[in-house]
T-cell receptor
Framework: NAGVTQTPKFQVLKTGQSMTLQCAQDMNHEYMSWYRQDPGMGLRLIHYSVGAGITDQGEVPNGYNVSRSTTEDFPLRLLSAAPSQTSVYFC?????????????FGEGSRLTVL | AQSVTQPDIHITVSEGASLELRCNYSYGATPYLFWYVQSPGQGLQLLLKYFSGDTLVQGIKGFEAEFKRSQSSFNLRKPSVHWSDAAEYFCAVGDGFQKLVFGTGTRLLVSP
């Protein structure tokens, strides 16, 4: 009963390096999203997808890329990491349609950019 | 634009005492409202949700929340807090249940 799986759980990068945070879900959810969590700021939406091949920007998309080639996977790419991207990142998924009502979250990926 | 205010950063409650966490939202239409809980090192888990019907909603773990349109509030309550309730609580609003705007969270500490 895996749910939403994020890897890696911890990562340290140097400024300018690139990396990909992986997110996979086994619930056949159409909707997937990435949030970042920073102290005193709650969770902010980075990017989201309503199905394979469809992505859109959230509140704080700059510096991040996403793609959705399959229903199961929604990777988040940092092309050139900056210290401002130090954060905890959460992937979340849900079904679409009326009254489905719940986002399922992964356990988070803590990223530090030096 | 949608926004959520959780005015209390930290709250300490004695075990067995009642709890109320405040949430005020700003939204133009009828909002979808949520409370999520985050235990240390974990992702968020849905406690309860409101988007129509009875304004008093029941959730898991004995929590409830009341939607008050006139006050733009959706406060979370529990009659008797247990030590295992210590966590961070997030209120969220959306025009559906997906692209949610979260508050900054309230950390609940439970004293013996």
């Amino acid at each position: 009963n895996a749910g939403v799986t994020q890897t890696p759980k911890f990562q340290v990068l140097k400024t300018g390096q690139s990396m990909t945070l992986q997110c996979a879900q086994d619930m056949n959810h159409e909707y997937m999203s990435w949030y970042r969590q920073d102290p005193g700021m709650g969770l902010r939406l980075i990017h989201y997808s309503v199905g394979a091949g469809i992505t859109d920007q959230g509140e704080v998309p700059n510096g991040y890329n996403v793609s959705r080639s399959t229903t199961e996977d929604f990777p988040l790419r940092l092309l050139s990491a900056a210290p401002s991207q130090t954060s905890v990142y959460f992937c979340a998924s849900s079904r679409t349609g009326v009254d489905t009502g719940e986002l399922f979250f992964g356990e988070g990926s803590r990223l530090t950019v030096l | 634009a949608q926004s959520v205010t959780q005015p209390d950063i930290h709250i300490t409650v004695s075990e067995g005492a009642s709890l109320e966490l405040r949430c005020n939202y700003s939204y133009g239409a009828t909002p979808y409202l949520f409370w999520y809980v985050q235990s240390p090192g974990q992702g968020l888990q849905l406690l309860l949700k409101y988007f129509s019907g009875d304004t008093l909603v029941q959730g898991i773990k004995g929590f409830e929340a009341e939607f008050k349109r006139s006050q733009s509030s959706f406060n979370l309550r529990k009659p008797s807090v247990h030590w295992s309730d210590a966590a961070e609580y997030f209120c969220a609003v959306g025009d559906g249940f997906q692209k949610l705007v979260f508050g900054t969270g309230t950390r609940l500490l439970v004293s013996p």
